[in-house]
């Protein structure tokens, strides 16, 4: 029986790297060679039992590699072929689905959680319409990045930022710095970040951030009212998911402006200002991944350097130190942006 190295969830916080049976190949498939793997925050959920999954399972969706085998129906590939990965499988058949909103899909999932065999190992194996050939100077590393930018560029559609609009991004994790390179190259000016960390401000200024805000010595809201000339931002983007950046987005955004919730929020709000919706006539519009039209646009931002991924790649680890990129993002997440399982 051929045999692959991965690493195993078998319970919370139980992540065990063992020999697994390496995946075949079906007609419309095609198998990978994973060759590098983001460590995101939805696994760091899952490795510590905040989803329901079902054991054991192999986690992990953010990735790019080579393409090993192909099945008899595949055209598109062949053997060699640097591809990057669409982790979100849909029906093709559901309401969601038939008007192009497929991150919307009932009957699909996320691979390495819901459905799949994730990317924490030697091989994966997918539908082909599901991968995407990478330039040869685009790193595998800096690869593992794009499905990421897919879910922001997929957020951006929804808010059409055009040149002279006052943007704020709240929060510069990798997510956050993503749509804060976004809107500056969609023409958001001024455009405002904040953060709790200054080497994270740092990136955003190289990101083309006109003003950034370090939540720990500045209350963000009033910076945001001083530069706008007490107005608000046009926009303002969520990109922490915490409960106290969202109650500073609802302040911080103009009357008739727009809040874009990206950050993923798994907290119930207390003490919302629900009056402000109201008097201020706030549009939010939430966000839920991508739907795969993204991946083209993403991969030739980052191919042209429009979108420079270097600065996010924090740390690198090998498959069988995986458990220490683990333990970095769940102990010390404020100092890391993004941690990179090289296979």
């Not at 609009?165 to 970040?193: F, H, W």
Request: glycine fraction near 8%.
């Amino acid at each position: 029986m051929s045999e692959m190295k991965a690493a195993v969830l078998h319970g919370p916080n139980k992540l065990v790297l063992e020999k697994v049976k390496k995946p075949k190949v079906g007609d419309n498939e095609v198998l990978i060679r994973v060759k590098a793997t983001g460590i995101c925050g939805t696994d760091v959920e899952t490795y510590l039992g905040k989803y329901p999954v079902k054991y054991p399972i192999i986690m992990g969706h953010e990735a790019a590699g080579e393409v090993a085998e192909v099945g008899k129906n595949v055209t598109t590939f062949q053997v060699g072929d640097r591809v990057v990965i669409n982790p979100i499988f849909y029906c093709g058949k559901c309401y969601f689905c038939l008007i192009s909103k497929r991150n919307l899909c009932p009957n699909g999932g996320l691979l390495g959680r819901d459905v799949g065999i994730g990317t924490y190992a030697e091989y994966t194996v997918l539908p082909e319409h599901m991968v995407f050939e990478i330039p040869n100077h685009v790193t595998y590393e800096e690869a593992t990045v794009i499905q990421l930018l897919t879910t922001v560029y997929h957020a951006h559609k929804k808010i059409q930022i055009k040149p002279n609009t006052s943007v704020a991004v709240l929060g510069q994790g990798a997510a956050g710095l993503l749509n804060t390179r976004l809107a500056k190259l969609s023409g958001a000016d001024p455009l405002m970040v904040s953060s709790r960390s200054d080497w994270k401000l740092e990136v955003a200024r190289k990101y083309g951030a006109d003003i950034t805000i370090n939540a720990k010595e500045e209350d963000p809201v009033e910076k945001i009212l001083e530069y706008t000339d007490g107005r608000g931002a046009d926009i303002v983007i969520e990109a922490a998911g915490a409960p106290a950046t969202f109650k500073q987005a609802i302040a911080a955004v103009r009357p008739g402006g727009t809040i874009l919730s990206f950050g993923v929020l798994t907290e119930k709000l207390h003490e919302l200002d629900l009056f402000k919706l109201y008097f201020k006539e706030i549009t939010i519009i939430g966000s839920r991944a991508s739907t795969g039209e993204e991946f083209e646009p993403s991969i030739k931002l980052v191919a042209a350097r429009k979108v420079d991924v270097t600065p996010l790649i924090t740390k690198t680890f090998p498959l069988e130190r995986i458990m220490e990129g683990f333990t970095l993002l769940i102990k010390s997440p404020g100092n890391v942006l993004r941690a990179v399982v090289k296979i």
